[in-house]
């Protein structure tokens, strides 16, 4: 059985940083593409950032490029998502996902639809 575990969310102000962690147990965590998703209230679900089996391709929202940055330790079964110089609007319960990729590293998922497996969601809340 596939669990992903988040980690890292709070309340913040305006500038400061955080880094979200999500674990992963129950599989190969290679074989999985790993991403990034949040929503924020009364919002559709967002796509964040996402990353290849190895991590040597990554992907970003528009929304995401310059402050988010995406990385994993295969080592430990774990995705990360650094996020510099937070604002209001990033305001979200936050989300990993994991997506079967047969250990490919040229595999970046962007939609939904295209992940099997999702965490519980981590809130962060930035106050300005």
């Known amino acids: 059985q596939v669990q992903l575990v988040e980690s890292g969310g709070g309340s913040v102000q305006a500038g400061a940083s955080l880094r979200l962690s999500c674990i992963v147990s129950?599989?190969?965590?290679?074989?999985?593409?790993m991403g990034w998703f949040r929503q924020a209230p009364g919002m559709e679900r967002e796509f964040v950032a996402g990353?290849?089996?190895?991590?040597?391709?990554?992907k970003y929202g528009d929304s995401a490029k310059g402050r988010f940055t995406i990385s994993r330790d295969n080592a430990k079964s774990t995705v990360y998502l650094q996020i510099d110089t937070l604002k209001p609007e990033d305001t979200a319960v936050y989300y990993c996902?994991?997506?079967?990729?047969?250990?490919?590293?040229?595999?970046?998922?962007?939609?939904?639809?295209?992940?099997?497996?999702w965490g519980q969601g981590t809130q962060v809340t930035v106050s300005s």
């Open positions: 990353i290849s089996g190895y991590g040597h391709r990554t």
């Open positions: 129950g599989r190969t965590f290679s074989s999985f593409a």
């Open positions: 996902a994991a997506g079967v990729a047969s250990h490919s590293d040229s595999v970046v998922f962007q939609y939904s639809y295209e992940y099997d497996y």
